[in-house]
Nanobody, 119 residues
Framework: QVQLVESGGGSVQAGGSLRLSCAAS????????MGWYRQAPGKQRELVAD???????NYADSVKGRFTISRDNAKNTVYLQMNSLKPEDTAVYYC?????????????WGQGTQVTVSS
């Protein structure tokens, strides 16, 4: 089993910055991908950014140029640096990982961390 521990959420004013962290632990042979999703009230959960094992990154168009995803492979930790935050970025942010164990590949989710951006 894999556990994801998220941190870094909070409340900021528009234009401010936050840095989210997510550390994975447990039965991990390798991490195929890690990413961040978010869900705002009344909306479906959506991909914000992810990073693959080879380092390739993907961003939602709405955050491109403002957010940066990175990973520390030695620590099994993914980060999301969020700059120039906007009120529409307000959501619960969920860490996601796809990990390969000894015999199978599985997907896991964190419990979410609230990000609130005020105007």
């Amino acid at each position: 089993q894999v556990q994801l521990v998220e941190s870094g959420g909070g409340s900021v004013q528009a234009g401010g910055s936050l840095r989210l962290s997510c550390a994975a632990s447990g039965s991990i042979f390798s991490i195929r991908a890690m990413g961040w999703y978010r869900q705002a009230p009344g909306k479906q959960r959506e991909l914000v950014a992810d990073i693959l094992s080879g380092g390739m990154t993907n961003y939602a168009d709405s955050v491109k140029g403002r957010f940066t995803i990175s990973r520390d492979n030695a620590k099994n930790t993914v980060y999301l640096q969020m700059n120039s935050l906007k009120p529409e970025d307000t959501a619960v942010y969920y860490c996601n990982t796809i990990v390969t164990g000894i015999i199978r590949t599985s997907e896991y989710w964190g419990q979410g961390t609230q990000v609130t951006v005020s105007s």
